[in-house]
């Protein structure tokens, strides 16, 4: 089933690489964010059905935004996936801790990327 989902990275190749494997093979419309503040007035005015973080961003990473998304009741329901190159287990146990839905770390099979997305988003709607 497409989602609409917002990506917020900050690296145009990574932008590109996960918006055509979600539109592409998932039928997914995405909507790109550069950083986090961008993401956070993203996430209130679209209304996602599903957010793709990355950690490491300018202006405000990944781990204080999912705090102000997660604290908003606009947004508190929204699964948040972080997407980023962090992969230690202490970074993913981190990311999760926080109360991010899912954890996926770069670099991914752009093949899967949108069966992990529509199965973290069933998850978390239950």
Do not use: C, N
């Not at 979600?22 to 209130?44: M, P, S, W, Y």
């Not at 950690?55 to 102000?68: A, K, N, Q, T, Y």
């Not at 980023?84 to 899912?102: R, Y």
């Amino acid at each position: 089933m497409p989602h609409t989902i917002l990506l917020i990275e900050d690296e145009p190749d990574i932008q590109t690489v996960v918006k055509f494997a979600l539109e592409a093979t998932g039928g997914h419309d995405v909507i790109v964010a550069d950083d986090g503040l961008q993401g956070l007035e993203a996430a209130r005015t679209e209304r996602p059905d599903v957010i793709l973080l990355d950690v490491m961003m300018p202006r405000m990473d990944g781990h204080e935004l999912l705090w102000l998304l997660k604290a908003s009741d606009k947004t508190s329901g929204i699964p948040v996936i972080f997407l980023s190159a962090k992969a230690q287990q202490k970074d993913v146990e981190a990311g999760l801790d926080l109360g991010a839905d899912g954890y996926l770390t770069k670099p991914f099979d752009s093949r899967t990327l949108s069966d992990q997305v529509d199965a973290i988003v069933k998850k978390a709607r239950g």
